[in-house]
């Protein structure tokens, strides 16, 4: 249980390095593009949206987990059958 939990918080740490960086690329895209409604966003307004997609990141990445532990055993077994077909047994 303790590994699953150490894994998982490695999982979200990851995750919410890689949605700080998907947030930061967009908003210097959309500066780069001269779109206003990004170039009117407040520094308040800013960090507010970076906190929301970090959650909603970190959220998804708890629900996409489950999701998988949940149909490894599945994946496992349709290796198997595949296996089992292939060698004819």
Known sequence: MYAKQLQYDDL??????EATKEY???LKRYRL???PAERNLQSDEQQQLREAMIKG???MAELNLQIAEEFSYAEYEAGHVVERL???G
């Not at 979200?12 to 390095?17: C, D, F, G």
């Open 12 to 17: 979200s740490q990851m995750l919410l390095e």
């Open 24 to 26: 930061d690329n967009r």
């Open 33 to 35: 593009s001269g779109l």
């Open 57 to 59: 990141y970190v959220e």
């Open 86 to 88: 292939l060698i004819g």
